[in-house]
T-cell receptor
Framework: EDQVTQSPEALRLQEGESSSLNCSYT??????LFWYRQDPGKGPEFLFT???AGEEKEKERLKATLTKKESFLHITAPKPEDSATYLC?????????????FGKGTKLSVIP | DTAVSQTPKYLVTQMGNDKSIKCEQN?????MYWYKQDSKKFLKIMFS???????INETVPNRFSPKSPDKAHLNLHINSLELGDSAVYFC??????????????FGEGSWLTVV
């Protein structure tokens, strides 16, 4: 069973059409939930870290929220340059030493 | 300046060859990692080093051998390459291990194709 599940796998939005990406996790002892953005041919670029339920973080058109079992990445009025794959990852107790367990990502396409 | 840099970016080689990928970070971090991203884009950790000491060694074939000459460098050597080794390999680093507020930063990736 996957420990980190992201949905949807792919999302097409019109420019300006707000939406949310979901990341659900089944691990216990969460030490941090991370959002990364990955452009084609590039490495993951760090966006946010969330540590506890109820926490929110914002950056430009992106807002990340966390509950006890999932996180949402809200994209407000997206632009074509927001097109990328968004990766969610968790660090948790019992994962051995500090490491990230990733979901499979949501590929976002924003159409002009 | 690139924070985590790895070379080569692209590598095409024949089955059975031995190859190395080099990684350097200029962030002053103590911990470095190798992650593998397969054809389904799934990122999984392979190794982690803290101050040149191996701390994570996930289930990977022993044909893969990481080497850390100092805490700013973590190289990945692969012996007897197989078709299934084709993937993107990402080097990463973090300030330390196991600490709240510790972000992992990734390099640009090395695209390995075994033919």
């Amino acid at each position: 069973e996957d420990q980190v599940t992201q949905s949807p796998e792919a999302l097409r939005l019109q420019e300006g059409e707000s939406s949310s990406l979901n990341c659900s996790y089944t691990v216990s002892g969460l030490r941090g939930l991370f959002w990364y953005r990955q452009d084609p041919g590039k490495g993951p670029e760090f966006l946010f870290t969330l540590y506890s339920a109820g926490e929110e973080k914002e950056k430009e058109r992106l807002k990340a929220t966390l509950t006890k079992k999932e996180s949402f990445l809200h994209i407000t009025a997206p632009k074509p340059e927001d097109s990328a794959t968004y990766l969610c990852a968790v660090a948790y107790s019992g994962a051995g030493s500090y490491q990230l367990t990733f979901g499979k990502g949501t590929k976002l396409s924003v159409i002009p | 300046d690139t924070a985590v840099s790895q070379t080569p970016k692209y590598l095409v080689t024949q089955m059975g060859n031995d190859k190395s990928i080099k990684c350097e970070q200029n962030l002053g971090h103590d911990t470095m990692y190798w992650y593998k991203q397969d054809s389904k884009k799934f990122l999984k950790i392979m190794f982690s080093y803290n101050n040149k000491e191996l701390i994570i060694n996930e289930t990977v074939p022993n044909r893969f051998s990481p080497k850390s000459p100092d805490k700013a460098h973590l190289n990945l050597h692969i012996n007897s390459l197989e078709l299934g080794d084709s993937a993107v390999y990402f080097c990463a680093s973090s300030r330390t291990q196991g600490t709240t507020g510790n972000t992992i930063y990734f390099g640009e990736g090395s695209w390995l194709t075994v033919v």
